[in-house]
């Protein structure tokens, strides 16, 4: 605490090409599709022509086994060996976390063009719920379903604050409203308050549409210098990075004595390190793709983010704040309620969302006249939050 | 001096009542009802809730304790004691005795009499023991009728404690009465009309005759008897062989219990120190037991007895407390006897569950002597709060009040037996820790709810008991929902 980082990579790191598969049940298509599908998307968004000789070096970020291990992963579905290529993983910042270790080899001078991605390959594990609970931690402490952890912030935030399951529900109509216009999105389908109100439980109070789906999928981002970029397809609207940062608290909050459970500090150090390394503050940020794996993920987010104070997330999303034609357009992708959460993927497809709103090629609804684009993971038990910050070229 | 110095009762969460075997099978009704424990109690969880409370109104040191002895003919496991998995809760002396005794309803008075002889002989001053079974009946036969679930606890001290143990006697007896071979799930009776006259009846009476010749007791010196109950009748008429008067019988317990195995003599004598008219000091109680024989004993009431007694939950107030299931499929479900999905089983290791005992046992946890916060569990060897390795252990309450929780109907990506109360438990005296609640209609919870800790069994990976701890409701806990308001 204290410190100053003296370091900063802001930038110094172009997205020259983003590349993304659509999000949802790809049966047909394994995770070495997937991933060869966006990356593909993103070398022909970049004018990569020969990534053999052109791509440095690789970070894939995946977080199951079951969908590769080791850098091999990647190099086999490309087709790019003797590179370096290296898997990341970070729970559900796996993809930022890729995207960060690969803007520091392009800022350290070592790399000249990198290829940042992620994929996760969910669906064959079956639809209900993250798999893998038998299998890690230990074999009797209680580990919680994913919406279970989330529920003790709705529970605690229910109680002080007074917020209701209708609150949770706005959150989920506003990211339908926003996904039933993203072609990519797994679900493209509006939805009423009704809707949610009713839906099944999954973890009182959060129910169905208060949770992101199981759902597979890949993205890809291609990274250089600005000088570098001066040279490829987009030299006059690649986006720059302006702060990229990740924090990491415990990963068994519920042994911390002091943990409010309606705030996490994991995402409030990121979003302080990287508004400071981006020199503005969260008033400057035009949209957010923020980590909505539960409605009341993105509530507590929107106060974490420092978007407004807390215990009035309520207020906001009842003001329309968060809304396409809002104060601070939140998830216009429609987040992870539309894509689904393909774990290591979804962090990319953040990035890869911000690029084009930036660049004002939205597939989507578009935010008019973006500046700032704030992406932002938060995974495990609240453990790892990752903010990354993107502006348009100068 | 022998004594029983004090006692413990554990009734499960449930009952079920008889009409609901008589509706489900078309069998000829009968009354009353059997204690049916959950699905994650086994006898080493419900011996550990006796115990503790046998402990606690002893108001003794658990260090204290020179010999254990678990009782039960359904030991979690057969090879591998059992009563070391008790005692590592209890936080026994590790040159404690520990013994399981098991294979015969028996068990638990045999026990007290190797507890007599070896406080007698003075080679002991205080020992624990505690009987309990979770045996199942036959399915789809009147035997359903008779088995409850439950466990109780007496320490027997070298001193007179509530009530003074004078002697005993012991008789054998050959008869293949009830039984269950290795492997077999159920116990299974054959001519019960034997088992009660040549069985029951015949030897209960001639090990208290024998009894009664060897310290000169005629039946009108007896101010109560307490026994085991194979059935009523059978109970009223070793009363009459015997010449005993009704007014002495204890409640046998079995209308609204059941017959809970190697625990129900233990619980009917606690039974008889608990009812009305009370016992006075140096009252004569025969206490006497049942299976492959018989033992007797002869008690005395001391003047602690009546004190004693109002430090505990009464056994019968135990009872009404229970939760009624509604339907036969609800005990089908609690006693795994349908073929459903596989239980939730995690990965376990052993080595993992002996490295980490001291904190999943005894609830160990530390106090950081840095910034002073209480914490659980020792999984990490510095404070969660400032990161000082600084750290003194602690032992943690088994009390507290839900923090936050959620409802979880997800288990492993699974359907089953949901919705989970997982619940953030502030202890009482520090340290907080996640844990799930049983024993509660889960909608039930709220933030701010007082939960009392309860030993159970987790799941079964790795091939071998895997026990923790959950939470459930205390005692008047549960509120109606608006009380989450108030909470805040």
């Given at each position: 605490m204290g410190h100053i980082r003296k370091g900063s990579i802001k930038d110094k790191i172009a997205i020259i090409g983003v590349g993304a598969t659509k999000f949802g049940e790809q049966w047909e298509k394994n995770q070495h599709d997937l991933l060869l599908e966006a990356v593909n998307d993103a070398f022909a968004d970049a004018g990569i022509k020969d990534p053999q000789e052109e791509i440095d070096a690789i970070w894939c970020g995946i977080q199951y086994y079951f969908t590769g291990l080791s850098g091999g992963t990647a190099a086999d579905a490309i087709k790019i060996y003797g590179k370096p290529v290296t898997r990341v993983e970070n729970y559900c910042a796996s993809g930022m976390d890729a995207f960060r270790n690969a803007c520091f080899s392009v800022a350290s001078g070592k790399e000249d063009i990198v290829l940042a991605c992620g994929v996760e390959k969910l669906m064959d594990e079956g639809s209900a719920g993250l798999p893998g609970f038998k299998e890690f931690g230990h074999p009797v402490l209680p580990l919680p379903s994913a919406p279970a952890m989330f529920c003790f912030a709705a529970s605690r935030s229910f109680a002080k604050y007074g917020w209701t399951k209708e609150d949770l529900a706005r959150v989920a109509v506003k990211n339908h409203f926003n996904g039933y216009h993203h072609p990519k999105a797994h679900f493209r389908r509006k939805i009423t308050i009704e809707d949610v109100m009713n839906a099944p439980m999954i973890a009182d109070p959060l129910g169905r549409y208060d949770c992101c789906a199981m759902s597979d999928g890949s993205a890809a981002l291609v990274i250089t210098t600005p000088e570098i970029a001066e040279s490829y397809a987009h030299a006059k609207d690649y986006v720059l990075v302006k702060a990229n940062a990740i924090s990491v608290h415990t990963n068994f909050p519920w042994y911390k004595p002091s943990y409010s459970f309606v705030g996490f500090p994991s995402t409030q150090e990121a979003a302080k390190m990287a508004y400071e390394e981006a020199g503005i503050t969260a008033k400057d940020v035009s949209f957010a793709e923020v980590h909505d794996c539960f409605t009341i993920t993105e509530m507590v987010n929107y106060q974490d983010l420092g978007f407004i104070p807390p215990g009035t997330a309520n207020e906001w999303l009842k003001e329309g704040g968060p809304m396409i034609d809002g104060e601070k357009p939140v998830n216009p992708s429609g987040g992870l309620k539309c894509f689904g959460h393909p774990i290591g993927a979804t962090g990319c497809r953040m990035l890869y969302e911000c690029t084009k709103q930036l660049q004002g090629r939205a597939e989507g609804l578009q935010v008019k006249d973006p500046e700032y684009g704030l992406a932002h993971n938060l995974g495990g038990a609240f453990t790892v939050a990752s903010v990354t910050i993107l502006g348009k070229k100068e | 001096m022998v004594g029983i110095r004090s006692y413990g009762v554990y009734v499960p969460k449930y009952k079920l009542p008889r009409k609901s075997i008589a509706e489900a099978w078309d069998f000829p009704k009968a009354p009353g009802n059997i204690t049916i424990s959950n699905q994650d109690e086994d006898s080493v969880t419900m011996a550990v809730a006796a115990a503790f409370e046998a402990l606690e109104t002893a108001n003794i040191d658990p260090k204290e304790i020179d010999a254990l002895y678990f009782c039960t003919t359904t030991p979690p496991y057969t090879e591998k004691q059992n009563a070391t998995t008790i005692a590592s809760v209890l936080a026994l002396r590790d040159d404690c005795l520990t013994v399981d005794v098991t294979d015969t309803t028996r068990a638990a008075s045999i026990a007290l009499i190797n507890a007599f002889d070896s406080i007698s002989a003075g080679k002991m001053k205080n020992i624990l023991i505690v009987a309990a079974d979770k045996r199942y009946a036959e399915p789809i036969s009147m035997y359903e009728y008779q088995y409850g679930d439950g466990a109780a606890a007496l320490v027997v001290s070298s001193d007179d404690g509530i009530a003074k143990i004078n002697g005993y006697h012991s008789v054998n007896y050959e008869l293949v009465g009830p039984w269950r071979k290795e492997g077999d799930h159920h116990t299974q009776q054959f001519e019960i009309k034997v088992e009660t006259k040549y069985g029951y009846i015949n030897n209960t009476v001639k090990a208290i005759k024998g009894l009664m010749e060897k310290f000169e007791l005629t039946p009108d010196m007896i101010k109560r008897a307490a026994y085991y109950c194979l059935d009523p009748r059978s109970y009223g008429r070793i009363a009459a062989a015997l010449k005993?008067?009704?007014?002495?019988?204890?409640?046998?317990?079995?209308?609204?219990?059941g017959n809970t195995g190697t625990a129900l003599a233990f619980q009917i004598l606690i039974g008889a120190f608990e009812q009305k008219p009370s016992i006075k000091q140096d009252d004569n109680i025969i206490f006497a037991n049942y299976g492959d024989g018989a033992d007797a004993f002869y008690l005395q009431g001391t003047e602690n007895l009546r004190a004693e007694v109002k430090k505990h939950t009464k056994l019968q107030k135990k009872l009404a407390k229970r939760q009624e299931l509604p339907k036969y499929t609800d005990f089908l479900k609690y006693r795994y006897l349908i073929k459903t999905k596989d239980p939730f089983v995690r990965k376990s290791s052993n080595v993992t569950m002996w490295r980490d005992a001291k904190f999943l046992n005894q609830m160990m946890g530390f106090k950081c002597n840095k910034c002073g916060t209480v914490q659980y569990p020792l999984l990490m060897k510095n404070c969660i709060e400032c990161g000082s390795q600084d750290i003194t252990p602690m032992q943690l309450k088994r009390t507290g009040k839900v923090f936050t929780y959620s409802l979880d109907h997800l288990i492993n990506c699974e359907y089953y037996q949901?919705?989970?109360?997982?619940c953030v438990v502030d202890l009482d005296g520090g340290g907080r820790l996640l844990l799930d609640m049983t024993d509660c209609n889960p909608y039930d919870t709220y933030v701010g709810m007082p939960v009392e800790l309860t030993f159970r069994k987790i799941h079964e990976g790795g091939g071998f008991m895997n026990y923790y701890w959950k939470c459930k409701p205390a005692e008047g806990a549960v509120k109606p929902k608006s009380a989450e308001k108030e909470a805040k």
């Open positions: - | 005993l008067s009704n007014k002495a019988l204890a409640d046998n317990l079995f209308l609204d219990h949901t919705p989970v109360p997982r």
